[in-house]
T-cell receptor, first 111, second 113 residues
C-alpha cells in the first residue's frame, strides 16, 4: 500500500534542543496526524491537522499541514527526556477512513 | 476520553495453534475498527477494516482465511490468527473510530514458537 516518507529515521539530541521532523507523500491527504508511540504501547495522538496551511500547537509541539496537502512537519521545542519515543505521521484521505503511516522517527534525548 | 483496550496484552503460543485477540471500545460505540500489524522498529501496516455487522475488508496481501476478523457488536472486534507460525509473530494493534477520529489500543504482542 501507499507509504509516507518520514524523515529523519532517528535523532539523538541533547535535552533542551529543538527537534524537527517531516513527512511527504506523492498524493494528497485531507487530514494529517502526528502520533507518539512508547515501547510496547499503541500510538497516542499528539496533533491533528485538518486544513491545508494550518499551523497547530499543543504545548511544546507545533505541526503544520503543508499547503500542497502532500506534506507535514512536526516541531518539538526544548526537548526533555520524556520526549523519547517513536513519532509517526499519518495521512487520512477522508474522515473515519484508514490511516497511512510514515516510517517513524525514533527520538532519543540525552539528559 | 475514548478508551480502547486489547486482550491479551501478550501471548505466546505453539506453532499450529490459533490465537484470538480482542479489541474493545470501552466508553463508546464504534461501527468501524481497524487492525494493524507492526514489526520491530517498523511502522504500522493496515491489515483490515472491521465493520460491525458485515464482512471485514482486507488489505492486499493479507489472507482473510489466516486472519479472521469478527465485529459482532459495536464495542468488540476480534482478530483470530489461525494456524499460527513463527512468521506471524508481531505486535498487533487495533483502533476504533469515534467522531472520525481513530483511537488506538495498547497492542498485543504475539510470539509463536
Amino acid at each position: 500500500g501507499q507509504q509516507l516518507n518520514q524523515s529523519p529515521q532517528s535523532m539523538f539530541i541533547q535535552e533542551g534542543e529543538d527537534v524537527s521532523m517531516n513527512c511527504t507523500s506523492s498524493s494528497i491527504f485531507n487530514t494529517w496526524l502526528w502520533y507518539k508511540q512508547d515501547p510496547g504501547e499503541g500510538p497516542v495522538l499528539l496533533i491533528a491537522l485538518y486544513k491545508a496551511g494550518e499551523l497547530t500547537s499543543n504545548g511544546r509541539l507545533t505541526a503544520q499541514f503543508g499547503i500542497t496537502r502532500k506534506d507535514s512537519f512536526l516541531n518539538i521545542s526544548a526537548s526533555i527526556p520524556s520526549d523519547v519515543g517513536i513519532y509517526f505521521c499519518a495521512g487520512q484521505l477522508n474522515a473515519g477512513n484508514m490511516l497511512t503511516f510514515g516510517g517513524g522517527t525514533r527520538l532519543m534525548v540525552k539528559p | 476520553g475514548a478508551v480502547v483496550s486489547q486482550h491479551p496484552s501478550r501471548v505466546i503460543c505453539k506453532s499450529g495453534t490459533s490465537v484470538k485477540i480482542e479489541c474493545r471500545s470501552l466508553d463508546f460505540q464504534a461501527t468501524t475498527m481497524f487492525w494493524y500489524r507492526q514489526f520491530p522498529k517498523k511502522s504500522l501496516m493496515l491489515m483490515a477494516t472491521s465493520n460491525e455487522g458485515s464482512k471485514a475488508t482486507y488489505e492486499q496481501g493479507v489472507e482473510k482465511d489466516k486472519f479472521l476478523i469478527n465485529h459482532a457488536s459495536l464495542t468488540l472486534s476480534t482478530l483470530t490468527v489461525t494456524s499460527a507460525h513463527p512468521e506471524d509473530s508481531s505486535f498487533y494493534i487495533c483502533s476504533a473510530t469515534l467522531s472520525a477520529q481513530q483511537f488506538f489500543g495498547p497492542g498485543t504482542r504475539l510470539t509463536v514458537l
